[in-house]
């Protein structure tokens, strides 16, 4: 009788082990699809831009300026070029504000109004980006008469300033307070405890940041239609519409010439290979032990 | 050791006037002069009151150790005598405490410039990270202006060898002040704190996170540098307050409950809960 009851409740509890087991392989087959729906469209693009692009990535690609609308051949030089010049000069422009605005929230304001400036830079960074170029086209655009370089990094510079003002607070506060008061107890100066401490300290993890919102901002294309223009010809000066690469990739994509699309392919390309080796030197710096 | 740090050679940051001080074994019997004087100190965290009415004296270029059960207002005690507390928002304190007759809180003292007098060790040795030992050493000094490499040199041998770190470091001064044992990180932190040549050192708990054979040699070197130094020790360990320390002082619930010689102090308490505490019967 006991016997029975007892074989009868260990076939009940097999069954319940069976169901546990099923939902719990069918919750990790979940997980995995979803991560694989993750990395699947990267894996794709990159395919489908190596496939359409890489031909089209030569010599000429780098060293020529567009050829003629219609006529073969030709490059964007002017637009890597141009690339280079409105993120060097966003960021000249907008870290400098967002480590320095970073350094007033984690060294020296009080706690509610560094929680205040935190919701508005975490607002900032969910404004949509043509917003921003709407915005720089009224207040830099109009009173200068014309698109120009200047606008279009003063554009990328805004969106950069709250995406470093976050990563660089977030390292300052890993900074353990013992550092600080060790340099108060030596006498030594606020502001230079701050900078020679504690920015020193964090510099690595600052670094990481700038470059993780220069990575962010290198592929805009919606702030910079309304400020830097593009340009099919070469162009360095801060006053004259100036070429992107994310503005000749749309410019050749919406064209109707095969050769420009092949090479929109090949612009895509290389952007999108930029922001990768900007990503992997991130992790390269984060992998090393200091901050 | 007679210290060159006695040597009157100029200095290239301002440092405050000092009022004079005896030369050690100038007379037979040195009368101690009292370095730091606390006079009725009542400090707050917001609205907890942690110090209550302590008054009291730390004799010159000798050791003090104030013991206590955790919680008794040590840390907050020692913090207060180089107005570190100041750092932790909400405090607030009354009373009055005097380094060489001169009120630390009077208008016009620049907590800066009084922390160069009166340097601090922590419980957790904190060498700078991004620095070398020699960095470490000299922070102090390069972050106040002085540019003399010779000045610079001789004042890392000098504070190195005072920390009984020398012949350890001295070959590699390059190497990051972290890679370093626990212990010589503590005496680099030492090395880092005499090279402001300050004239008090305060020490919060500085060996509680050694080993005993570290322990033993911060405790060798706290009972050199009292030569050179008024050191202020805070400790939960008993043989160590006894071992190291001049006088003693109990304190207990924010109150200093008695201060005497360690002798006195560990021998013929005054007080019912020193003895107790000393005994070992609570704490
Ligand atoms: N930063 C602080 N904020 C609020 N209360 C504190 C702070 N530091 C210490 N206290 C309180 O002050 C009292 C004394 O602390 P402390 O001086 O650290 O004691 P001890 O060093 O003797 O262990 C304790 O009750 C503690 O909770
Ligand atoms: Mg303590």
Known sequence: MTTVEASGRRLEDQHQHRWRRFKSGAMSALAVLSAAAVILPLGFVLFHLLLQGASSVNVDFFTRTPAAPGSPGGGMANAIAGSAELLALATALGAPIGVLGAIYLSEYSSPAVAASIRFVADVLNGVPSIIWGVLVFGVVVVPMHGFSTLAGAVALAIMMIPLVLRTTEEVLLLVPGGYREAALALGIARWKIVVHIVVRTASRGIVTGVLLAVARISGETAPLLFTAFGNLNWNLGLTQPIAALPLQIYTYAVSPYEDWHRQAWAGALVLISLIFLLNLSVRFLTRAKRL | ?283
């Not at chain 2, 019997?29 to 917001?46: F, H, K, M, T």
């Not at chain 2, 708990?205 to 050179?228: F, G, N, Y």
């Open chain 2, 1 to 283: 050791m007679n210290p060159p740090l006695g040597s009157p050679e100029p200095r290239t940051y301002s440092e405050p006037m000092r009022p004079p001080q005896p030369a050690v074994g100038q007379s037979p019997q040195p009368v101690r002069q009292i370095a730091i004087s606390v006079e009725g100190l009542n400090l707050w965290y917001g609205k907890n009151q942690a110090l209550f009415d302590v008054s009291l004296g730390f004799p010159a270029r000798s050791v003090t150790a104030i013991i206590g059960p955790s919680g008794c207002g040590k840390s907050t005690l020692l913090r207060t005598l180089n107005r570190m507390h100041e750092v932790t928002p909400g405090t607030r304190m009354t009373g009055r405490v005097r380094l060489f007759g001169d009120d630390l809180y009077r208008s016009g003292m620049d907590p800066t410039i009084l922390r160069r007098r009166v340097g601090m060790i922590f419980q957790k040795s904190n060498p700078f990270p991004t620095l070398s030992v020699r960095e470490n050493v000299l922070v102090g000094l390069r972050l106040n202006g002085v540019r003399d490499k010779e000045v610079l040199r001789e004042r890392l041998e000098e504070c190195l060898r005072m920390a009984a770190l020398w012949d350890e470091v001295k070959d590699n001064l390059n190497r990051p002040g972290i890679s370093l044992s626990g212990g010589q990180q503590q005496r680099l932190c030492i090395a880092r704190a005499i090279a402001m040549r300050p004239e008090v050192l305060l020490m919060d708990e500085p060996s509680s996170a050694l080993d005993p054979i570290a322990t033993a040699r911060i405790e060798e070197l706290v009972h050199e540098l009292k030569e050179t130094f008024t050191i202020v020790i805070v400790t939960h360990n008993m043989q160590q307050a006894a071992r190291v320390s001049d006088h003693t002082a109990f304190m207990y619930l924010g109150r200093l409950i008695e201060m005497g010689t360690t002798q006195k102090i560990f021998q013929r308490p005054e007080h019912r809960q020193t003895e107790e505490y000393i005994t070992g019967r609570f704490g």
